[in-house]
């Protein structure tokens, strides 16, 4: 039963993608959507209704409606960041989505406006702050601590007592060993392994495939 109303902040593939999740799997009836008024070119947008975030306020008050800043990983998650802010200073209330498909059985005190996705395995003394995206499919191994405006994509271990500080962004099969810190703003690409403290605005790239000069009909395969 849909008890709460909220609007998404976004008109993105990202906020679309978080109306269905809190539709399908959560109390919430999503609305609308709402960005600042200079980013609307249409009025409808995943049939519904599309509003101007500077006077939502006016509109929606903060005591009739939630919000959820649905946003991506753009400038190391800064744009997510300010929207996060901005929403908070009007005095609305930013809902977490956690899948009922997840596996969380951390006990800590979770901040506000993360998006866990299905699969994610979260295992117990885990902390994590606010404005998180946990794609699908990672592993966040016991005791870690996740700060805040992250953007962890699919597949990622990050190993225990693991600390990942604000605005990073972990690429899909990153691996990170246990008792690490990653710095604020890291780039970790794709397939990339970190074996130790990273610093701040740093980037790792995976190891690339490499392109034989033959054809895959003339290989045997064993």
């Not at 008890?3 to 976004?10: E, H, R």
């Not at 700060?147 to 500080?165: A, C, E, L, Q």
């Not at 392994?193 to 033959?214: F, H, P, Q, R, W």
């Amino acid at each position: 039963m849909k008890i709460k109303k909220l609007i998404i902040i976004g008109l993105s593939n990202n906020a679309k993608l978080a109306a269905n999740y809190f539709e399908r799997d959560s109390v919430y009836s999503v609305i609308g959507f709402a960005v600042n008024s200079d980013y609307i070119n249409e009025d409808i947008f995943y049939n519904l209704p599309v509003y101007d975030l500077e006077t939502l306020e006016l509109k929606f008050p903060p005591s009739e409606v939630d919000v959820f800043v649905a946003v991506g990983y753009k400038n190391m998650n800064l744009i997510r960041e300010n929207l996060y802010i901005s929403v908070k200073s009007k005095g609305y209330f930013l809902p977490n989505y956690i899948s009922s498909k997840s596996t969380f059985l951390t006990e800590e005190k979770i901040g506000d406006n993360n998006f866990i996705l299905e699969d994610n395995t979260i295992q117990p003394f885990v902390k994590i702050g606010s404005n998180n995206v946990l794609w699908s499919g990672n592993h966040i191994g016991h005791d870690v601590e996740i700060g805040n405006h992250n953007f962890i994509t699919s597949h990622v271990v990050i190993s225990g007592f693991t600390k990942i500080k604000n605005n990073c962004f972990l690429g899909v099969n990153a691996t990170l060993r246990d008792d690490i810190e990653i710095a604020n703003k890291t780039l970790i690409a794709a397939g990339a392994i970190i074996m130790k403290n990273t610093k701040e605005e740093e980037v790792y790239l995976g190891a690339k495939s490499i392109l034989l000069d033959k054809k895959s009909i003339d290989l045997t395969i064993s």
